[in-house]
């Protein structure tokens, strides 16, 4: 059984608010998940053995063992929501093979609750999650496990992946200044993405020690973009002529990726009344 899921683009880190938004982007991650009874988990990342105590929790639960071969284009570690991305790749195969409907409010609480009790993020990344598995643009309630809103516009998007690396989070510190970046969530709760990102940009890059400048530099040419996660990425949403003037002005900070961004969900799911709730 296969499933996949897409990466997924900080326009606000719920982080500081327990609030935030993301946006899908076609980078993708696959799980192909082979059970075998009475088997160990074995999982294989491109071709390498490697060891996961999510995806051990989640097929322990259900009592299968077997193999978990995964080949995912995100970066790890990068703010590109990479393990959202592979909470839902393997759900969704797990969820066929199991015959169950793929409902995506289930995937996604499941995907939350996971992910907060293995450690793996401080928020449950319900927003990335959302982002991955729905396309488009989404604004969440993290600690209530729903959406405010998910938008479909056709945009490109580019990845900056900086030779820096990721720099230190200190969620007490984040979160004591809360304040800062709450008009970002009122930004994202109109729709108005681009002046979210640029108050979540200046506040996250001030908190973690990211350089402003690179997103100043898409600021200069009217470009909406911004960091991703806790970093070390950046992100930027637009046409395809935009998204390719960013990357030329991007290029000396490192390796950049310019791709869709996805107004469908990564699989066929259902997407219930349930997710969403009213502000």
């Known amino acids: 059984m296969i499933g996949t899921a897409y990466a997924a683009g900080t326009v606000l880190n719920a982080l500081a608010t327990g609030k935030g938004s993301a946006f899908g982007i076609e980078i993708k991650t696959t799980v192909k998940l082979k059970p075998e009874e009475d088997k160990e988990i074995s999982i294989t990342l491109n071709g390498r053995k490697i060891k996961s105590f999510v ?24 703010g590109l929501g990479s393990s959202s991305a592979f909470v839902n790749a393997l759900l969704i195969a797990l969820y066929k093979f ?22 793996i993020s401080y928020t449950g990344a319900f927003d990335d999650a959302a982002a991955s598995l729905l396309g488009g643009f989404v604004v969440s309630d993290n600690i209530g496990m729903k959406l405010y809103r998910w938008d479909r516009p056709k945009f490109h998007a580019a990845v900056l992946i900086p030779e820096f690396t990721r720099g230190k989070v200190n969620w007490r510190e984040i979160r004591k200044n809360s304040a ?15 002046r979210a990102m640029r108050k979540n ?11 402003l400048e690179i997103a100043e530099a898409g600021w200069k040419v009217n470009v909406c973009c911004g960091l991703s996660g806790n970093g070390p990425a950046y992100v930027a949403f637009g046409s395809k002529s935009e998204m390719k003037s960013i990357a030329e002005v991007w290029r000396p900070y490192g390796k950049v990726i310019v791709r869709k961004v996805p107004d469908s969900p990564s699989e066929d799911v259902q997407v219930p009344e349930s997710l969403f709730k009213d502000p």
């Open 55 to 78: 995806a051990e929790r989640i097929l322990r639960a259900e009592n299968i063992g077997g193999e978990v071969v995964v080949k995912s284009e995100i970066p790890g570690g990068s």
């Open 180 to 194: 800062e970046v709450q008009p970002a969530f009122e930004y994202a709760l109109d729709g108005n993405y681009c």
């Open 201 to 211: 940009t200046e506040y996250y890059c001030r908190m973690i020690g990211y350089p």
């Open 98 to 119: 199991r015959d169950f409907e793929i409902n995506a409010h289930e995937i996604l609480k499941t995907n939350a609750r996971v992910s907060l009790e293995t450690g």
